[in-house]
């Protein structure tokens, strides 16, 4: 596959961009095994630049994402987190959520020091967009001067460059996977999550073990604020608690709601 003239221009910005900033000591890269980490890597190959590639090791990423870095990228550091397995780690800090993400800042977001190279597109998200407002700037969260030399490139433009070079990526993006990411993560959606848990139940079964543990350990205890635990304040059952998790925790009530509504009808019908 061929690129066209306005994806080689592309392509030549984002050499020229990690050209013109590269460090003495070179880059330290951001690399997850997915289509966006193929790029960015790729180009730096191109551009001729010294970087050191890191993979912050998640503990629930695809076994078959693991096994393609360790395959074609046998160069990239494995950064293993100090807390070790993710979901284990959530019986302490409670199960990742929407609103509440600890699992990036210690997992998936790792801080790597010097001047990082990142996979990010604005075109992946609305919120990806506001917060990533240059190619290069300082990463709010990690305070990280960072790079991103596909800020903005489209999906198309990513596929046809990894097509255009042969470069060989996961087989699960022909599965029908947009996302590698975490299995389960709670940022997914629905439909996604209901796909990966096919794909992977053991991991579908360690992430019930977790809220049937967090369940029994939690019931009736109280937070610092003397309320009862999030978990039996809202649901019967550690099963309804991970049902509404799994649904992308909407607004409780109105998910009961529907829930019953559903049942009822069930019953009815």
Known sequence: ????????????????????????????????????????????RLAEVPVEWHYHVTTIDPPEVVKFIRRYHPDVIFDRPKHGYMLKRALKKGVPSRNGRWCCDEYKEGKTDGFVILGVRIAESKNREKRWTKCVMTNLATKQNCILPTRLWSDLDVWSFIRSQNLPYPALYDEGFSRLGCVGCPLAGPKNRKREWKRWPKIYQAWRRTFERLWSV??????????????????DSWQEWFEWWDDGQPNITQWKRERACDKAQGVLF
């Open 218 to 235: 939690k019931k009736g205890t109280t937070d610092r604020n003397g309320n009862e635990w999030f978990g039996s304040r809202n649901f």
């Open 1 to 44: 596959m061929k690129l066209n003239d306005a994806q080689k221009a592309l392509v030549q910005r984002s050499i020229d961009l990690l050209q013109w900033h590269c460090p003495p000591e070179g880059y330290k890269g951001a690399f997850s095994g997915g289509k966006d980490s193929i790029c960015i890597k790729e180009l730096a």
